[in-house]
């Protein structure tokens, strides 16, 4: 047992809230370290990493703290990374066979079972259909959806098989778990949870600075967008809510299969699953000095890294506020408008486009029409395969990844901001792995 567990779970620490679970013998129920209930003896409980692992072992989710809101835990610590990937497939992608997140993967199905036994104790069918279950349970609780809808929505193909499978493993049936009576075509609102600090005015701030006109809207406590997924279309406001552990979610959206999608990228971009305490730590180790450390830093992410390098690609060497606005006119000019709603332009439209209304060298044009044929033929190869493209470098390929996925570990050291930084401070950036675009964030909000 991680000695921490303990002092956690007593003192109902949120820092730790989503990086483990407690079961309690007595009741058969298990829980979030916030949870509110009487805290039980020591020896009446025992400790999981995972909330799926608690199900395995015949432990329901509770109804007060409800294990199915917590924060997921930031890649989660000292699995192999191909079970990593794995986790976040079967969340992503609720509708998928077992098999077909084998060949995602590029392993078999029966080494993909080896590894998930090996490392969580359950096998993918197992992690899978528990997932599932917390998932309809949160709809269940928070939306205004149809239970066929939630059916749906979490990766089960009917009403029929979302009953069957929630009561085996709650004990609860969906219609005991909705409160409400709910008109179908409302907004979806959910909750999504984080473990504390979250600094909102960072993340907003960032974010207003680099609005796309139509697309984006950014006040004081919301941001709001319209993306596209697929061939499906929608959009989601997100607030801050004042003194609590989640940020409010409102969603449109037709296709309800789609939700999973929507839900994990909007998480992603606002990375609520950061450990942000202990990355603040590792930053303090390198050499940032703590009185001049961003409480709560976040990574700001965009909705995908095609965006995110026609962003980096228009915001070569000029403002951040004129390459805001080459990008508002592209969107003008290429991307979808349905009655209020204006949408990214899509790689074909950019990739037809002679785009003789942006006002830049011909050599750029040339490099964001690259960059979107490639995505058009190419949409699933790595990121790092850009560089073959022309005009486009290291650092473009790294402002993609950090921003457009949101990867933890992006050095941008030849950055003309952190280059200034780093002359007056003595860091030591290796010393901050694997958390590297924290510090690159870090640089940037002292300038």
Not at 171 to 200: H, M, V
Not at 349 to 372: D, G, M, V, Y
Request: hydrophobic share 40%; glycine share 4%.
């Amino acid at each position: 047992m991680n000695p921490d567990y303990q002092q956690a779970r007593l003192s109902r620490d949120p820092r730790f809230d989503g990086s483990f679970f407690i079961a309690v013998k007595t009741t058969h129920i298990f829980c979030r370290p916030i949870c509110p209930a009487n805290t039980p003896l020591e020896k009446n409980v025992e400790y999981f990493q995972l909330a799926q692992q608690a199900m395995l072992a015949g432990y329901r989710p509770c109804l007060r703290c409800r294990p199915d809101s917590a924060p997921h835990s930031y890649a989660w610590q000292g699995v192999n990374t191909t079970v990593q990937r794995a986790m976040r497939l079967l969340r992503q992608n609720k509708e998928l066979k077992i098999q077909e997140i084998a060949t995602k993967l590029g392993i078999t199905t029966r080494y993909f079972r080896q590894l998930f036994q090996q490392h969580l104790g359950l096998s993918p069918k197992q992690y899978q259909l528990f997932d599932k279950v917390l998932f309809a349970k949160k709809l269940l609780h928070e939306s205004n959806l149809p239970i066929e809808h939630i059916a749906h929505a979490s990766g089960f193909s009917s009403a029929r098989r979302l009953q069957h499978n929630f009561k085996k493993v709650t004990g609860l049936t969906p219609q005991q778990i909705k409160q409400s009576n709910n008109k179908q075509g409302e907004l979806i609102s959910l909750k999504l949870a984080f473990r504390p600090p979250f600094n909102w005015q960072h993340m907003q701030s960032f974010l207003a600075l680099r609005v796309i006109q139509g697309v984006e809207n950014v006040t004081a406590n919301c941001y709001s967008r319209t993306f596209v997924i697929g061939k499906d279309k929608g959009w989601f406001r997100v607030s801050a809510v004042q003194n609590t552990h989640y940020l409010k979610v409102e969603i449109s959206l037709l296709n309800i299969e789609k939700l999973t999608t929507v839900l994990t990228n909007i998480e992603r971009v606002f990375d609520l699953n950061a450990d942000t305490n202990t990355i603040q730590t590792q930053l303090i180790r390198c050499g940032v000095p703590e009185d001049t450390m961003v409480t709560g830093l976040r990574i700001p992410g965009v909705w995908d890294t095609f965006e995110a390098g026609c962003r980096a690609i228009l915001g070569q060497q000029i403002s951040v506020k004129a390459a805001i606005s080459l990008l508002s006119q592209l969107t003008k000019e290429l991307g979808v408008t349905e009655g209020d709603k204006v949408y990214f332009p899509t790689p074909e439209a950019i990739a037809n486009s002679e785009l003789s209304f942006l006002k830049i060298p011909h050599s750029r044009k040339q490099t964001l029409r690259l960059l979107a044929q490639h995505n058009v033929h190419s949409s699933d190869s790595s990121v790092d395969d850009w560089l073959n493209i022309k005009g486009i470098g290291p650092w473009t390929v790294d402002y993609a990844k950090m921003r457009g996925q949101s990867s933890p570990d992006i050095w941008l050291n030849t950055d003309l901001i952190v280059k200034k930084q780093l002359a007056k401070l003595k860091i030591d950036a290796e010393l901050a792995r694997p958390w590297r675009s924290y510090l690159t964030f870090q640089l940037w909000s002292m300038a």
